[in-house]
């Protein structure tokens, strides 16, 4: 209690110095926050689109594929090992699905039925790099009329989750060792003008602990400080940010983030901060103070 309270008062008589910390500890957990929600995101979009049909193979218009001939195809795609998903759409399937995905457009239901809508086969790969050999089995049939391939898309977007991973950590990465150097300033200049107190404590017979901890107190409270502060910021860009979203990721991410999940991110960053500030001020403290 005694080493919270003489952080208290140390940080109280340099305000400047203590807002400098706060500020930047605040700009690297807010960059924490936001990377950590993107990859989230971005990880439930990759889902999706792997989850989804990633080539689609359609037939002669108004007519079904017989048992036969279905099961023919599917054995032929089994066979590889590679095939994740298989469903066969019938002509009246299709016409279903288009009037509900046309529902508020009446005229144009009424303008197709299943005469002139193809059946189709929808699958998809245990692995994007599978899709090529399950593509070309499909093309050798002699009923396919087309395929539509969706591999590039896929491909694409893991490239860039990927890309946005590197870039993330390379970011955060700068932020927390810029973090760390501030604080070790900051500390570090905070015991050199306490020299006088610490000599006047080392000859009234202070323990070593007893001079460092109100450095090292002082820095976990930064830390926790710029954890709430960064998380805070992150969580009013995403309420901003929530209709936008809807609007561009409609079907595929849930919205708005469930409390929880953001709770348990505020408590994972005030882990981190208190772990960052912990370790810098232990840093300043080795290299200014000798106890």
Known sequence: MKSIT????????????????????????FAVAVFALILGGSHLVLKYFESSPQAIAF????????QEDLSRIKLKLETTGKLA????VSTKQAEQIHKDKNKNDPMLNELVDYKILPSSIEISATEI????????????EPLVKD????????????T?????????IGMIGFLVLLSVLILMVIIGLKIKNSR???????????????IQAPFLVEGMIYGIVGAFFGWLGAFTALQYSTPFIVQWLNGIIAMPVDTMILLMLLGVMVVFGLVLGAFSSLMAVRRFLRV
């Open 147 to 158: 395929i539509v391939f969706y591999e590039d898309i896929v491909g694409q977007l893991q």
């Open 59 to 66: 037939f002669e218009k108004g007519k079904d594929l017989s």
């Open 129 to 140: 790099s599978s899709l090529g050999e399950l593509k070309a089995i499909l093309a050798g």
């Open 196 to 210: 006088k107190e610490i000599e006047i404590m080392r000859l009234l017979g202070a323990s070593a602990w007893y």
């Open 160 to 168: 860039w989750i990927q890309n946005i991973r590197y870039l993330g």
């Open 6 to 29: 003489t952080a208290c008062k140390q940080v109280r008589r340099t305000p400047y110095q203590a807002l400098v910390a706060v500020l930047i500890l605040t700009l690297t957990f």
């Open 85 to 88: 998903k298989f469903e066969y």
